[in-house]
Nanobody
Framework: QVQLVESGGGLVQAGGSLRLSCAASGRTFSSYAMGWFRQAPGKERDFVATISWNGYSTYYADSVKGRFTISRDNAKNTVYLQMNSLKPEDTAVYYC????????WGQGTQVTVSS
């Protein structure tokens, strides 16, 4: 079973930046498309961004387009999410997963953006 460990969250003021990391175990990481998702309090988990297995193709939710950048380093089995110009509505627990997602999730990392 591939393990997913997210990190890099924290408390930041509106307009600030954070860089999230997701470390995945297993030798098949480089064969997966990967994605970031987020879940705000009382809401369902939503898609944020995805990246192809080789990093050549990316896709973003409209709400984060132009502010967030997804990337990956297959040598390190890690996918990143650079978040700039953060807004209070970006406050959520952020998760990474394969695309399509495994039937399990990591613990996520909390991002809180203050106004």
């Amino acid at each position: 079973q591939v393990q997913l460990v997210e990190s890099g969250g924290g408390l930041v003021q509106a307009g600030g930046s954070l860089r999230l990391s997701c470390a995945a175990s297993g030798r098949t990481f480089s064969s997966y498309a990967m994605g970031w998702f987020r879940q705000a309090p009382g809401k369902e988990r939503d898609f944020v961004a995805t990246i192809s297995w080789n990093g050549y193709s990316t896709y973003y939710a409209d709400s984060v387009k132009g502010r967030f950048t997804i990337s990956r380093d297959n040598a390190k089995n890690t996918v990143y999410l650079q978040m700039n110009s953060l807004k209070p509505e970006d406050t959520a627990v952020y998760y990474c997963n394969r695309i399509p997602p495994f039937d399990y999730w990591g613990q996520g990392t909390q991002v809180t953006v203050s106004s």
